[in-house]
């Protein structure tokens, strides 16, 4: 398994902006799509962003659409999800994850995945 580590977190007011990191760590990175997902307290977990194992296919949720960016260097073992234009409903807790399958093209909601970070608080004041 990856051992996946996020930072960036913290607290924004509405309107600004954030750039959550995922350092990789164990088995290949560059082998594995990665996924952005969230939680806020009493909902369920739900998926933020994917994308390929290359970087070229990037995959997001309507309600991120035009504001959340994800993208990867694999020369760094990272993956990024810059959030732009924040919203209190986007406070969450940020976890970012590895496909269980090495090679796939993209992480959709629908997608296993194999390897979790802890987790990063963002919060949206108002």
């Known amino acids: 398994q990856l051992q996946l580590v996020e930072s960036g977190g913290g607290l924004v007011q509405a309107g600004g902006s954030l750039r959550l990191s995922c350092a990789a760590s164990?088995?290949?990175?560059?082998?594995?799509?990665m996924g952005w997902f969230r939680q806020a307290p009493g909902k369920e977990r739900e998926f933020v962003a994917g994308?390929?194992?290359?970087?070229?296919?990037?995959y997001y949720a309507d309600s991120m659409k035009g504001r959340f960016t994800i993208s990867r260097e694999n020369a760094k073992n990272t993956v990024y999800l810059q959030m732009n234009s924040l919203k209190p409903e986007d406070t969450a807790v940020y976890y970012c994850?590895?496909?269980?399958?090495?090679?796939?093209?993209?992480?959709?909601?629908?997608?296993?995945?194999?390897?979790w970070g802890q987790g990063t608080q963002v919060t949206v004041s108002s």
């Open positions: 164990g088995r290949t990175f560059n082998n594995y799509a």
């Open positions: 994850a590895a496909d269980r399958i090495p090679g796939r093209s993209a992480v959709t909601p629908d997608t296993e995945m194999g390897s």
């Open positions: 994308i390929s194992w290359r970087g070229g296919g990037t």
